[in-house]
């Protein structure tokens, strides 16, 4: 994975994980960006990201590549946080039974291999 990834999942682990912030127009984004993707604007300023979001979609995974080979099925679910800011993860603790769009889910990130670490989701407890 990509070093800012990485940099990513350990701030989540440590739950200090950040966003960006477009000066000119409000957007939010994920690093690494160097501009806006919604105005152009060079003008980023890092925030903090919260670790809540509204299920967007979800997909339950069967046939995958070969890193993720054992773990299928598993289910991906791609999430809206409160800022606005859409990530992917992998569902925690339910099956795509238990869950549906709109839901809450708390963002987390967990051990995958010695490389790196995966971004996950489970359910808001309230
Ligand atoms: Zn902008």
């Known amino acids: 994975?990509?070093?800012w990834f990485d940099a990513f999942t350990d701030a989540i682990?440590?739950?200090?994980?950040q966003y960006l912030v477009c000066e000119t127009c409000g957007h939010g984004t994920l690093p690494p960006r160097q501009l806006c993707p919604a105005c152009g604007s060079t003008e980023l300023t890092q925030e903090p990201l919260s670790e809540r979001g509204e299920i967007l979609?979800?997909?339950e995974i069967s046939v995958t590549i070969p890193k993720f080979h054992g773990e299928t099925p598993y289910t991906v679910v791609l999430a809206e946080l409160d800022e606005g800011v859409s990530l992917t993860g992998q569902l925690r603790d339910a099956t795509?039974?238990?869950i549906?769009?709109?839901?809450k889910v708390v963002l987390g990130t967990e051990p995958h291999d010695n490389e790196t670490a995966l971004?996950?989701?489970q359910q808001?407890?309230?």
């Open 57 to 59: 979609s979800f997909t």
């Open 100 to 103: 549906a769009i709109g839901d």
């Open 13 to 17: 682990a440590s739950g200090d994980q």
């Open 124 to 126: 808001a407890e309230d």
């Open 1 to 3: 994975m990509p070093a």
């Open 119 to 121: 971004i996950t989701f």
């Open 96 to 98: 795509p039974d238990d």
